[in-house]
């Protein structure tokens, strides 16, 4: 039987729920992601300046408890909020910790 939460998790969202990637207010990169695998694949994509902006906003834990329905995701990103995660070593971390759940979830839907 799949787990239904993980299906919420991968699923592919409609374009207005989207993440949309900008450096500052009203600089928009041209990126978004749409899927929990979109949105690993971006990390590794998109300026490291955005990743800091929607760090810092709260964007990435609102977008991924909100929208993707997925809390744990959230919290694990939050923990690199609190601890000031910038640069490089942002855009790595962040996309271990998603790389990874995508990884969980996929393995939870396909059981």
């Known amino acids: 039987m799949r787990d239904s939460r993980a299906s919420r998790i991968l699923r592919k969202l409609p374009r207005e729920k ?3 990637f900008f450096t500052s207010i009203g600089n928009y990169t041209g990126e978004k992601a749409a899927s929990l695998k979109e949105f690993v ?33 959230a919290d694990q990103i939050g923990r690199l909020k609190r601890l000031g995660t910038s640069g490089e070593s942002l855009r790595d971390q962040l ?4 790389s990874k ?6 393995a939870d839907y396909s059981v």
């Not at 590794?44 to 408890?65: I, P, Y």
């Not at 996309?95 to 998603?98: G, P, R």
């Not at 759940?101 to 996929?106: A, L």
């Open 41 to 73: 694949e971006k990390t590794r994509e998109v300026n490291v300046q955005s990743l800091e902006f929607h760090l810092h906003r709260g964007d990435f834990e609102r977008w991924t408890a909100e929208t993707l329905e997925d809390n744990k995701l």
């Open 101 to 106: 759940r995508y990884e969980e979830q996929k």
């Open 18 to 20: 989207a993440f949309y």
């Open 95 to 98: 996309h271990l910790i998603a």
